[in-house]
Structure formats: C-alpha cells, structure tokens
C-alpha cells in the first residue's frame, strides 16, 4: 500500500513539475491496439501480445503500460523499438528491490556464475501480478512452493542442491500445505525469506545455522524454549555451530512426521553424523540391532535421551541422569530397577576401562571360536583327501568281490 | 561275507526323534536369530522381514527355543533315569559312554597320523572322539546359550537379583556362543555326517536308525568285535527300514543341509560381505 502511495505522489509530481508535454504519451487503448492481437511477435517470433483482461485484473491494472515501460511515454515513433529499456520494479517498490540486491538470487546475477537467479518477473510475473494474498498470486502461501520449484526442481538444477521441491512437497510442511491446505503451515518464504533470500553459508541468512533455530521458532516457540536449554541449544548459543540445530535431525526440506518408521530410523543415524562412537556402541545392542534391520518399535536415541531437551547425564533434569535412569528405562520395561538400569546401552567390548567384564567375555570368546575352528579346521582338511581315498578303495573292492552294497547308504 | 548283508540298530527311535527335533530346533533358532548378529547385512533385513518382522521372529526364536530346552531336559531326565533307576554305570564309562576317556585321546592321535599317512586307522568303538564333541558342544551351548538367552528373556526378572551389565555379557556371549554352534554344525558337523567322501552324500543312520553290518565292521571295528564277543550282534539285526523311512530321511535330512549351507553362505556374506 505504501509503494503504491509514493508511486501516486511521485506521478502526480512528476506532472506538476514539468513543462507542458512536447507530446501525450499513449494511453493503454494505444498500446493495446497492437497488443492485443495474440498473434503478435517480434522479428525472432517471440509474443508480444498481452491479455487485457489478465493485466487489468492485475494489481497493476489501474497503471498506464507507459507507468512502467517509462522509455515509451516519450516516443514518438510508432511502432516503437523492439528492444525496450528493462522495467525497473524499484521506481515505486524500493525497499523490495534493496532487500532483493542482498539476495542470492541477485548476487548469482551480479557473479555471472551462469546460473540464471530468479528476478522479480520471475516469481511475481509481468503483467498479471497479483498481491500475494490473492489466492491466484503466484506468491500465495499455497502457490509459492510451486512458483520457486520452477527453478527449485530437479529438472531445472541436476544434483542435491535441486530436489528441494519434491522434498519439500513430500514433507509434513509440504504436505501441511498441499494436502491440508494449512496456510499456517511452512512455505518456502517463511524460512528463506521472499525478497531477501540467502545462501545458508551466508552468516545473516536465516538458515545459517546460527539463526536456524530462530527461524524455526517463528512457529514452533514451544519446542525452541526447550532446546535452547539442551545441550545443543546451549553449545549453537555459546559459539559452537558444530552442535546439532533443528535441520541436522528434522533435515530441511524432507521434514518427516516424528512417528514415521522412516523418521525413527532417520534420527538414529543423523544422531551417529556426530556421535560415532556411541552409534558403533548402539549397533552393538539388541536396541541397535533391531533399528539396524529397520524396525522401530524399540528404543532410539530420542527414548532414552529425549529430542529438544537432551541434558548431559550430569544434569539431574536429563533423562538419563541417575535420579530419572530408572523412570526412563520403565517407559519401556515397566518392571525395571536399580539392577536393571546397571546395563550400559553403550557398552563397548573393546574397551576394558568401560567395560571389563564384556571385554573380557569378549577376548573368551574370540578364542574359543579361534581355537574350535582353527582346531577342526585343519581336522577336516586332513581327513578329506584320507576319506576320498578310502572311498576309492572301497568302490574298488566292492567291484572286485562283486558286492553291491553302495558304501554309504545304510 | 555270508550273502546278503545284515542291517543293525544303532540308534532308537527315541533317539532319532531327538536329533530331529533338535535340528529342527537348531535351524529354526539360527534363521531367526542370524539376522540379529548380522544386521548390517543386507540379506539379515530381508530374512527378517520373511519371518514377518522382529517381534515375530522373536516370537518364532523363542519358541524353538523352548523346543530345544524340553529336548535338553528330556534328554538330562532320561539319563537319570537310566543312571540312578537303572544303574546303568555304562553310561558313566567304557565303550558305550559319551564321557571323553584317555582312549578318544590316544584315538584322535592315532586318526591325526592316519590322516598324514603315518599309521593304521584306529578301531573306533561305539562313539568316536568327533562324535563326543559334537555332543558335549551341544551340552555346553545348552548351558551357555540357553542360558544367556533366558537372561534376554526375563531381563526385568532377573534384574531382581542380578546386576544390569550382565546384560551386556549375556548379549554377547549369546551370539558368539551361536556363532560358534552354527558355524561348527554347517561345516563341521556336516562335513563328518553328510559330505566326508566316504559318506557322501549323507550317511542316514540318524534318520533310518540303522547300518549295515558291513559298515559297522568298517568303521566301528571295536564295536563291532565287541558285539561278536559278547554274542549280542544278533539280537541287534533287523529288516532293512521300509522305503518310506529311508527316503523321508533323505528328504528331511537334504533339506536340513540346504539350509544349513544357505545360512553358512549368508554368515560368509555377512563376514566378508
């Protein structure tokens, strides 16, 4: 509304303070009588024609073409040029147009990467742009996904980078979106940004993963008081971006329903990106054997750790703090006790400090099998040629005596 | 060599009943229980998936599990039975016993030098050395891996009086204890019975129960004597088992070896995989 005014103001200036017109520039009726044939093109065949109806409709249908296509209103030959001045959007929307020039799609243009980033035609269109809040806009909460998987799309950029909008419409904000029609759920914009989108790296972007959990707490302030207590949230706030932020466990755009089997079988290897001693550990129970095989219905990290509130096992709040150890275990043994929660879910047999007795059950064991096969291994290596040969003989004597008998079929 | 050749009881049918159920047992355990030990594998996933997932194939574990310990107890009970109802002292030593005696060691030299071209084939008696570890292996894995496998069972029951980290321990001994077991039946066991040139390709003793008196006096020529001495081989001659037997055994005991080798490649895959 407010561009809108100053564009007004500015006009309505701009006529009082010039000199009387060498000559009225054309009005739409004009402009339309070349325009309007669908069939009109330039000299390469590319159309020209716009649909009256379409730019009237517009937010910009009160506006003369010339408002915008400036060089024109001072032509004087008719038909004009085909290579027209580029529309500059700033004349009227200038606090867009700054936030855009600290984009990345700007700055992919100003590098000449030869990759094309998006301008403003782009996402908004030409001369059917509509207000975002119309629901036929192509920046409408439920269409935005659509308007930046144009370019956001596997077909139009090959490699990771370019499955983000059939990520994103497989997510549950994805899905919040198209299938439930929620305009509250997450779109593109309300983590990136419209005007003003940045690369991840860059350290003002609201994806970088110092702002992350910011950006998510748009929505989810809940659970972002819970985490920027946990560990995580504590090491991210202290400096340390290293530590986990709600996109190393959610992902970014494949955001899954936290009860999917995927989501749980997810979880505990992005837990082990990180924590890779404790998953080897994990792998080694009946816990990590079971997941590992892609089953869910026991315990993952989140169960015995929590999710958003993990604390260090010193902390008395923590799940597995030896004041709550025994309560978490019960969640799923409800018969659980002090003995029981002696059993170490990260017992690691190489490690005799940690875990001796299961070391050393270990090295026990290690021999027994070495020495069991190594022993009859070699018995029986040196029983089959003795054994064939045997065989041989008796054929040969069975033959010879005329006894039938097969030699082993008794 | 008097005509047509005698056949022999060696094993009753109580006896061959037990070996059945034992290695059916014994199979079943290790389909379910292998993709545990291998779950980073990627066929232990899609064998568990074909038991109908990990609480089916625990479910399927345990209850073959319970066939095997009945099998054990019933075995344990009947040589009771025999030993103190009966008095049966034979079973304790001598020829007929499974206990191991200095002879199995002197034996097992002997067998070892034959191996090498060195000696004579010793004259094994009614239980070889081999055969006496298979049975006292099985004996000692019902100790050590039933009784781990208990503890994973009952863990909040036995959390009552034992410490938690014996959990720890039981899990791993249950699997290398398994290992062990599976892997000496699918190459060792399987080697002496079924793939040893001479009784290949499967000796159907355990399944028909009986051996001709040729092979008896081939391979067990102590036994055999023995029995000549004490006058007894008589009463041990029988028919030779109807059809029906021998090729139910060849069936049953051919599909347990398949088996058996599937899994052993699926161990190797898991290994080396």
Not at chain 1, 327 to 337: F, K, L, V
Not at chain 1, 379 to 408: C, I, K, N, V, Y
Not at chain 2, 135 to 153: C, D, H, N, P, T
Not at chain 2, 208 to 224: C, F, I, K
């Amino acid at each position: 509304m407010r561009a809108l005014m100053s564009l007004v103001a500015g006009l309505w200036l701009a006529a009082a303070a010039a000199p009387v017109a060498a000559q009225t520039p054309p009005d739409n009726d004009t402009c339309l009588m070349c325009h309007l044939d669908p069939a009109a093109t330039r000299a390469n065949g590319t159309s020209v024609a716009v649909a009256p109806d379409h730019f009237g409709e517009s937010v910009h249908g009160i506006f003369s073409c010339v408002d915008c296509h400036e060089d024109l209103a001072a032509t004087e030959e008719w038909p004009h040029a085909e290579s027209l001045a580029r529309v500059s959007c700033q004349t009227c929307h200038d606090e867009s147009v700054s936030n855009f020039e600290k984009s990345v799609h700007f700055a992919l243009r100003e590098r000449a990467t030869g990759r094309a980033g998006a301008t403003c035609v782009d996402c908004h269109g030409t001369h059917d742009i509509k207000p975002s809040s119309d629901p036929s806009s192509r920046t409408y909460v439920l269409n935005l996904p659509q308007t930046c998987g144009t370019c956001h799309s596997h077909q139009q950029i090959p490699g990771p980078g370019g499955e983000v909008f059939e990520h994103f419409q497989d997510s549950v904000h994805g899905r919040g979106l198209s299938r439930s029609g929620l305009t509250v759920s997450a779109n593109c914009s309300s983590c990136h940004g419209a005007h003003d989108v940045r690369a991840p790296e860059d350290p003002e972007s609201r994806v970088h993963r110092s702002q992350i959990a910011g950006t998510c707490a748009t929505c989810h302030q809940g659970i972002d008081q819970v985490y920027e207590e946990s560990v995580h949230g504590r090491t991210v706030a202290g400096g340390n971006l290293g530590a986990a932020v709600c996109s190393d466990c959610h992902t970014s755009h494949e955001i899954l329903r936290s009860e999917t089997e995927a989501w749980r079988l997810d979880a505990v290897r992005e837990c082990g990106t990180c924590h890779v001693d404790k998953i080897g550990t994990y792998r080694d129970t009946y816990h990590g054997k079971v997941t590992a095989l892609g089953f869910t219905r026991i315990a993952t990290c989140a169960d015995c750790h929590g999710s958003h509130d993990i604390l260090p096992a010193s902390n008395p709040q923590s799940m597995i703090s030896s004041t709550r150890l025994v309560s978490t275990c019960q969640s799923c043994h409800p018969g659980a006790n002090e003995n029981f929660v002696k059993y170490d879910p990260h017992a690691d047999k190489h490690d005799p400090e940690r875990s001796p007795a299961l070391y050393w059950s270990a090295r026990f064991m290690q021999l027994l099998l070495a020495g069991v096969f190594l022993f009859f291994g070699a018995h029986t290596l040196l029983w089959f040629p003795r054994s064939l040969a045997e065989r041989r003989a008796h054929r040969r004597a069975g033959a010879a005596s005329g006894d039938r008998t097969p030699p082993a079929e008794e | 060599m008097t005509g047509r050749p005698r056949h022999l009881v060696r094993f009753k049918p109580y006896q061959r009943l037990m070996h059945l159920v034992l290695m059916v047992c014994f199979l079943g355990l290790a389909a379910t229980g292998l993709p545990l030990l291998f779950s980073d594998s990627t066929w232990a996933a899609s064998l568990a998936r074909a038991f109908g997932g990990f609480e089916a194939s625990a479910l399927l574990h345990r209850f073959f599990a319970t066939g095997m310990l009945l099998c054990f107890a019933v075995h344990v009970g009947e040589l009771l039975y025999r030993l103190v109802a009966k008095g049966e002292r034979s079973l304790l030593w001598g020829p007929s016993s499974m206990v191991p005696q200095p002879a199995d060691l002197v034996q097992m030299y002997g067998h070892v030098r034959w191996f090498l071209g060195l000696g004579v084939r010793p004259h094994f008696d009614r239980y070889t050395y081999w055969e006496k570890f298979d049975y006292w292996a099985v004996f000692w894995g019902m100790f050590i891996i039933g009784g781990s496998g208990l503890l994973l069972w009952f863990p909040q029951a036995f959390s009552t009086f034992l410490p938690g980290w014996i959990f720890n321990v039981a899990l791993l001994i249950h699997g290398e204890e398994a290992l062990l077991a599976v892997g000496f039946i699918f190459t060792i066991h399987f080697f002496n019975g079924h793939i040893r040139p001479e009784k290949f390709p499967m000796d159907m003793v355990m399944f028909t129960g009986q051996v001709s008196e040729d092979e008896l006096r081939r391979e067990r020529p102590a036994e055999y004597e023995r029995l000549v001495r004490e006058g007894r081989l008589d009463t041990l001659a029988v028919p030779p088992e109807p059809d029906w037997v021998s090729t139910g055994g060849r069936v049953v005991g051919t599909t347990a070896v398949a088996i058996g080798l599937l899994l052993l490649v699926f161990i190797l895959r898991g290994f080396f995989g």
